[in-house]
């Protein structure tokens, strides 16, 4: 059973730093492909980073590069997502996701599982 809970809804001022997790409280994801989406109000669904079962660096979009990283710890269950240097673009509701055979891109229709969403303010 896969269950993805985020954590991290918060406020912040452009330029500030923000870490969300997502943690399966329904036991592992060791196996799976993590990712981060993010949306808008009358934006597409956008893919923001991806992590591979071992570790890797499967994606990240362009606007982010350089300021976000994700990273997990599969003993604790948990993906995180750290960004910094936030910009008041950067506002959406985040989605943890998770791919279980399949293809760990940044395409929302591979992720099978999908946490209920925490909300990321920036403001100037």
């Known amino acids: 059973q896969v269950q993805l809970v985020e954590t991290g809804r918060a406020s912040v001022q452009a330029g500030g730093s923000l870490r969300l997790s997502c943690a399966n409280s329904?036991?592992?994801?060791?196996?799976?492909?993590m990712g981060w989406f993010r949306q808008a109000p009358g934006n597409e669904r956008e893919g923001v980073a991806g992590?591979?079962?071992?570790?890797?660096?499967?994606y990240y979009a362009d606007s982010v590069k350089g300021r976000f990283t994700i990273s997990r710890d599969n003993a604790k269950n948990t993906v995180y997502l750290q960004m910094n240097s936030l910009k008041p673009e950067d506002t959406a509701m985040y989605y943890c996701?998770?791919?279980?055979?399949?293809?760990?891109?940044?395409?929302?229709?591979?992720?099978?599982?999908w946490g209920q969403g925490t909300q990321v303010t920036v403001s100037s």
């Open positions: 996701a998770a791919a279980v055979w399949r293809p760990c891109s940044s395409d929302h229709q591979n992720y099978n599982y």
């Open positions: 329904g036991g592992t994801i060791s196996t799976f492909c």
């Open positions: 992590i591979f079962s071992g570790g890797g660096v499967a």
